[in-house]
């Protein structure tokens, strides 16, 4: 089955920084790979996804990038602020199938005001 | 977005004890959907699918006859824990998939979390 790999574990930056999460995949037949924020108490929240044939989405402050020969992904946050602060997961699946989808173990992002 | 809704958001019981935990799709059908763990500071554990009409499928290491899933309609699945104890206490997230087109944006409830004494 799937597995996936999210580093790092924490991250903390400063207020106007950028944030970058990355993540690996094992299962080449993978081709969706949400991203989803959660804040404390909170249910997670997609922010964004993409679809193995794009390399790179964008949505304002946030992008996620594509690597599919090497397996991996990553979501940049620029221009961070203090609302930024959550963990942030990443997940990989086969679109339409409903009981792969696999998360990283999550990055607890920090931003400092 | 879809609303997926789970009920109750939390829940103190006593050891020896059962609780069931709703999660219904209020505005889509969902024949599938998904029942995680997660503890403090820690990643979704993808417990059991829940399948409509049918018996669900248990992750490797989770106790079926433990945590109890029925997924009668098309917009709700229940977990039950049986007989909980302590160890069981934590924060459980239900979550489905609305298919539209040709892919699936997976929406989640609120969470249940769950204090055994």
């Known amino acids: 089955g799937e597995n996936v790999e999210q580093h790092p574990s924490t991250l903390s930056v400063q207020e106007g920084d950028s944030a970058v999460i ?32 794009v390399g790179e989405k964008k949505d304002q402050r946030i992008a996620v990038t594509l ?10 946050i620029t221009e961070t602020q203090p609302e930024d602060s959550a963990v942030y997961f990443c997940a990989a699946s086969r679109l339409l199938a409903d009981n792969d989808m696999r998360f990283g173990a999550g990055t607890r992002l920090t931003v400092k005001p | 977005g879809a609303v997926v809704s789970q009920h109750p958001s939390w829940v103190i019981c006593k050891s020896g004890t059962s609780v069931k935990i709703e999660c219904r799709s209020l505005d889509f059908q969902a024949t599938t ?16 699918t829940s399948n409509e009409g049918s ?4 992750e490797q290491g989770v106790e079926k006859d433990k945590f109890l899933i029925n997924h009668a309609s098309l917009t709700l699945s229940t977990l039950t824990v049986t007989s909980a104890h ?16 040709s892919g699936g944006e997976l929406f989640f409830g609120e969470g249940s979390r769950l204090t055994v004494l």
């Open chain 2, 86 to 101: 302590p160890e069981d206490s934590s924060f459980y997230i239900c979550s489905a998939r609305e298919y539209r087109g």
């Open chain 2, 33 to 48: 959907m998904f029942w995680y763990r997660q503890f403090p500071k820690q990643s979704l554990m993808l417990m059991a």
């Open chain 1, 67 to 76: 690597n599919k020969t090497a397996k991996h992904f990553s979501l940049h």
């Open chain 1, 22 to 53: 990355k993540c690996t995949y094992s299962d080449s037949a993978s081709n969706y790979f949400p991203w989803y924020k959660q804040e404390l108490g909170k249910r997670p929240q997609l922010i964004i996804d993409i679809r193995s044939n």
């Open chain 2, 55 to 58: 018996k669900a499928t248990y």
